[in-house]
């Protein structure tokens, strides 16, 4: 199999910090935005319908209660994953990189059969990952993206490569001058972090050949 095949990526919205859902912005100059990222308003609204598209999905869950309780996050978590979105786009797009639809399948077509099933597949995201079976597609997209970006330049292997990528995140996030409701906290292109939360977010495993994307 090609080598971008054999790069998997996990884009971890893990967050340490819990914060509640926002009736408003607290930059009045930015009303109902609960970021903007490159000019564009990342609007609380959109945060909170992808927040309840996950609550949902869980509540349907036969581990609907535990999902919740480990979930707390969940708000912030899905902030976070929208910048991250703005931020891999932006990297990429600066190194030449895009994803085809067909691509986009393929990735998607060898995690059902990792999973064994559509069904399996959902609930092994909304599990790990805190995706909504709406929001899979998307996800997929990015980790195969962020996949390819990782090929294009150079950072497919350690801690070296790690290092690259995340510079390569660090100086698209800097450019897209991100602007967080203080309510969420603060920004740092520099840590790639979201208030405290100061891991990595991205974490890149090199694995061999139908290894699947995992949640972290």
Not at 7 to 28: D, I
Not at 134 to 145: F, I, T
Not at 175 to 184: A, C, E, G
Request: hydrophobic share 45%.
């Amino acid at each position: 199999m090609h080598r971008r095949r054999r790069t998997a990526v996990v884009v971890t919205s893990a967050l340490l910090l819990s914060v509640p859902l926002l009736a408003a912005c607290g930059n009045e100059a930015r009303p109902g935005a609960a970021a903007v990222v490159g000019g564009e308003r990342i609007e609380v609204g959109a945060v909170q319908s992808k927040v309840k598209a996950v609550r949902v999905a869980q509540e349907r869950s036969p581990q609907a209660e535990q999902l919740v309780k480990d979930s707390g996050q969940l708000t912030r978590a899905k902030l976070y994953d929208l910048i991250v979105a703005r931020v891999v786009e932006k990297a990429a797009e600066d190194a030449g990189v895009s994803v085809t639809r067909k691509e986009v399948q393929t990735g998607r077509a060898q995690l059902v059969g990792q999973a064994g099933g559509e069904e399996q597949l959902a609930a092994m995201y909304l599990q790990q990952r805190g995706i909504a079976p709406g929001q899979l597609e998307d996800v997929v997209r990015r980790d195969v993206l962020v996949g390819k970006l990782a090929e294009a330049i150079g950072a497919t292997n350690g801690q070296e490569g790690q290092q690259k990528l995340n510079a390569a995140f660090s100086a698209a996030a800097a450019t897209l001058d991100i602007d967080v409701n203080p309510r969420f906290g603060t920004w740092s292109d520099q840590d790639l972090a979201l208030g405290e939360y100061k891991a990595p977010w991205i974490t890149q495993v090199t694995q061999s050949q139908g290894a699947p994307v995992s949640g972290a």
